[in-house]
């Protein structure tokens, strides 16, 4: 049997740091894309995906060296979109390093829409399919990645089928700026249709994580959605060997 991969690194460029102006700076083309996941390949990576839209930025690797951390990504996009000296320093403060599980668990918080500006973005799940398409044809995806993606698209599918997050998500308004929200109000409120909170809103609330466990109680039961999250591993990844073990959540012999 194939075996895990021991280490996946990724970088995230996003609402949740980045203002606007320095995201669309950052915003991949489709073509850039194909040339940066060539560059990953052929440099830094034995697999990589790379997510680009107007409000995020990230790549995913399975290193080619355990040298190689989530830094050598963001140099490679700052080379990539020629950014001047004296503005790489800033720049680099701004992006998320993630590693292993908290990699994994972030993609699929993205692509489920609760990591979107507007929680249940109905959007970026056809984006990251988007994404997951051209680094299969750049043939930056290999079985990992491949898995990987479908994971999470399937965390994403019982997101739309099992609770109303995404409903109405792309027309409904949000609360006053500077509003303070609990964790209960905006799963109270996403519970109703009513609004979606913007990242203002989860930033007062406190982390992703903590509206995460709330929402699972309110829409999955005491269950939640680290239990889905752990079956989809399961089942994304049975057949492989080793196991996938991340701090406590989860853990499987897969």
Known sequence: PEAMPQ????ISLSHRRAPVEVRERFQLTEAEMRTLLATLKETLANEALIVSTCNRTELYAIPADEA????????LILRAKQIPAEEATPSRELFERLTYCDAMTHLFSVVAGIDSQIIGDQQIFAQVKEAFRIATEAAASGSF???????????AKRVISETSLMTGAATISLPP??????PDQIAMTLQSGRWSPSAAELADA???????????????G????SKAIQQTLDSSFLGTAGSI???????SSV
């Open 7 to 10: 280490s996946l690194v990724a």
């Open 68 to 75: 190689i951390t989530a830094d050598h990504l963001i140099e």
């Open 145 to 155: 990645m491949t898995k990987f993606a479908h994971a999470a698209f399937r965390v």
């Open 177 to 182: 700026a500077g509003s303070k929200t609990t």
């Open 206 to 220: 406190g982390s992703v994580g903590e509206v995460m466990r709330t929402i699972d109680s309110s829409f999955l």
């Open 222 to 225: 005491t269950a939640g959605s």
């Open 245 to 251: 073990e991340c701090s406590g959540q989860f853990a």
